[in-house]
């Protein structure tokens, strides 16, 4: 069976027979879990486990997990700092920066490796400038040439823990205060701005080759009627032609208000997918997420499926194996405390 092209959200600590069934539904083809999906490091790995069970190939299963404010598994993890404190040692030392980005980005998907998670929805490559509160400290730096320095650091480490990284929200959430999850933000400025600021960060991981990427339920009428994410000028014209990225395309979720636009939730579903991405999320609403795989009519791309594939996790060492090695020993230390000790003995 494919990978379907439809990610979902589970409601609870194990699976019910219900979600067992939606979860075998041939459009479905990742789960992305949140707080409510987590009481402890083995539980999570039972989750993952029994989610991982139930398919070839396996499903992916996605977390947000970016530190911070972000950071959806708490008790039984490091505390990850939210990526601005980065930002700002980097503009005192920008090796010390980004040496500790590659272990935070080493630390974080170590972790999340460990108990059979494939992705973390991380890094932002937005960029700070002072107006949205839903980006804020979420964003390493306000120059795109720091936000890619450092992003490119911690997806290094993120690739050397077995896991890709999924670079968000592209061209930019940063310019606006409106937040998506409960408008439909509109960033008026014009494409000379967004490709001279903004986009910079995203064309220059694509640059480094970064695998995955999420799309803003932002509109920004200067370039196109339709918000980035349902956009095919944005995906098609300026992602993969325009930038040359080759990598997945995600949806950011559908139910938020900023994708409201493009219809019900079968509609959204498949304005995104036609506008160019590889894979829609679909993470609160049940009855939506049902109706999407009901009603949406999508045969398997081949090129998505490769693509898809690749984001599937390597390597998976226990939380207990982990926690006995001495270099996640001193990477936890030190990222719960970015100003002790020195980076240089920690392999990463």
């Known amino acids: 069976m494919a990978l379907g092209p439809v990610m979902v959200g589970v409601e609870g600590l194990e699976l019910t027979a219900e979600e067992r069934d939606l979860l075998s539904h041939p459009l479905v083809g990742g789960v ?71 272990v935070t980005g080493w630390l974080m998907a170590a972790e999340l490796r460990a108990v059979g998670v494939d992705l973390s ?7 700070d400038h002072g107006v949205s509160g839903i980006i804020g400290d979420r964003a390493f730096h306000s120059d795109p040439e720091i936000v890619a320095d450092l992003a490119h650091a911690y997806m290094s480490g993120m690739q050397k823990a077995g896991m890709e990284a999924v670079g968000k929200h592209f061209p ?56 980035a994410g349902f956009s095919s000028r944005w995906l098609q014209d300026i992602l993969r032609r325009h ?28 304005a995104a ?4 991405c590889d894979m829609v999320l679909a993470c609160n609403d049940r009855r939506a997420a049902i109706a999407i795989v009901e009603q949406l009519r999508r045969t398997p791309d081949p090129v998505a499926q490769v693509r898809l594939i690749r ?38």
């Open 172 to 227: 930019g959430h940063g310019g606006i205060a409106a937040d998506s999850h409960l408008e439909l933000p509109v960033d008026p400025r014009p494409w000379d701005a967004l490709a001279q600021g903004d986009m910079l960060a995203f064309e220059r991981m694509i640059h480094y080759g970064l695998p995955a990427l999420m799309p803003a339920h932002v509109l920004y009428p200067q370039v196109d009627p339709r918000p």
């Open 32 to 102: 992305i879990l949140f707080a409510r999906n987590y009481q402890s490091p083995e539980q999570v790995a039972a989750l993952t486990t029994a989610i991982h069970a139930l398919r070839q190939p396996r499903l992916l299963v996605a977390v947000d997990h970016e530190g911070g404010r972000v950071q959806r598994f708490r008790d039984g993890f490091t505390r990850l700092p939210a990526v601005r404190r980065l930002g700002q040692i980097y503009d005192q030392d920008p090796m010390r920066a980004k040496q500790l980005a590659r």
């Open 273 to 276: 997918l036609a506008a160019g």
């Open 121 to 127: 929805f991380a890094p932002v490559l937005d960029l």
């Open 243 to 270: 930038l040359e990225f080759q990598g997945v395309i995600f949806s950011d979720d559908l139910d938020m208000v900023g994708a409201h636009e493009a219809g019900g939730p079968p509609e959204r579903a498949a």
């Open 311 to 348: 984001l599937h996790g390597r390597g998976h060492l226990t939380l207990s194996h982990l926690r006995h090695s001495p270099v996640w020993q001193r990477a936890s230390r030190l990222v719960q405390d970015y100003d002790a000790a020195p980076l240089l003995a920690l392999d990463i």
